[in-house]
């Protein structure tokens, strides 16, 4: 019979041979051939958000800036193109209430659908899934009618509502293979000892699924945040239309300000890094509460 000191010795042994450290250092030196192939894009950009124009447009072309324009971060704010502030205020105020709405409306009925059976349950989920497959630049001309005979046109309600509607359906899918995976003892007892199915929801079943929230927000928020064909038809003022129609502001018949294309692209991944930074410990905390020990 095997003691643990002898598996100890055998896996530290193993560890130690020439094969496996060839083999770790290989799959660090792929682990970071990786990191920058996904980094070096974003550094390129913040590197010429710092030059001027004229540097950009320059032949031979050059990575580093020969003069470092920072004030391209200041006067960007006051471009005549295109209000900036406003857009950035305008896509916060946007995807994060699409993001609100989709969990307010989602998570009940992904619970209801993986804990209930009822009539046509099968068929909604189908439809669920068939509706991702619309997309907003399909509808953009029978929202904007829809709109404007609501009076809803060219306001920032409007957008929240398509924003919301088209991340609804992923939403519910995802959020349901994670409320169906946790185990129907565990509400049965809720019941039992005298909980609700709001109490069920909300107290027992919410802390397991976690992951599945926390996913549905990412993907909410982040598209909700890079939509653009439906809010370039619906909004036309330009303070209320969201970073993703004000870049192309920039872009002219004639000219393009690529420095404040880039500086502005820059400002705009911001918000979703810090996202991603808020929820990391909340998506490895919820993949550790949501097992369940069988």
């Not at 000892?193 to 909410?220: E, K, M, Q, S």
């Not at 870049?247 to 000219?255: D, E, H, N, P, R």
């Not at 890094?273 to 410990?281: D, G, S, T, Y």
Request: glycine fraction near 6%; hydrophobic fraction near 50%.
């Amino acid at each position: 019979m095997k003691t643990r000191n002898d598996s100890w010795w055998k896996r530290h042994t193993e560890e130690s041979t020439p094969g496996h450290k060839a083999h770790t250092g290989l799959r660090i030196f792929g682990g970071i051939v990786v990191f920058f192939l996904f980094v070096f894009p974003y550094v390129i950009m913040l590197l010429t958000s710092l030059k001027s124009r004229g540097e950009i447009l320059g032949i031979p072309a050059t990575y580093i800036p020969r003069n470092w324009r920072f004030d391209n971060y200041v006067s960007m704010w006051s471009t005549p193109e295109t209000p900036v502030g406003d857009n950035l205020v305008s896509t916060l105020i946007i995807a994060a209430c699409s993001t609100l709405l989709v969990l307010v409306v989602a998570t009940p009925a992904a619970y209801y659908t993986a804990r209930f059976k009822f009539p046509g349950r099968g068929v909604f989920l189908a439809c669920i899934l068939l509706t991702q497959m619309l997309q907003p630049a399909v509808l953009v001309a029978g929202l904007f009618r829809e709109f404007l005979s609501l009076g809803l046109h060219d306001t920032l309600f409007a957008m929240v509502l398509v924003n919301a509607a088209f991340n609804l359906t992923f939403a519910t899918w995802m959020m349901h293979a994670f409320f169906a995976s946790v185990p129907q003892e565990i509400s049965e007892a809720a019941e039992i000892d005298g909980c609700n199915h709001f109490i069920t929801l909300f107290r027992i079943n919410l802390p397991l699924v976690w992951p599945g929230i926390v996913t549905a927000v990412i993907y909410t928020f982040v598209a909700a945040w890079n939509e653009f064909a439906a809010s370039l038809v619906i909004l036309s003022s330009p303070g209320k239309q969201p970073l993703s129609v004000a870049l192309t502001k920039f872009v002219g018949q004639y000219a393009t300000s690529w420095q404040y294309v880039f500086s502005v692209s820059v400002i705009a991944i911001i918000p979703v890094l810090i996202l991603f930074a808020l929820v990391e410990k909340r998506l490895i905390g919820g993949l550790t509460a949501g097992a369940v020990k069988g």
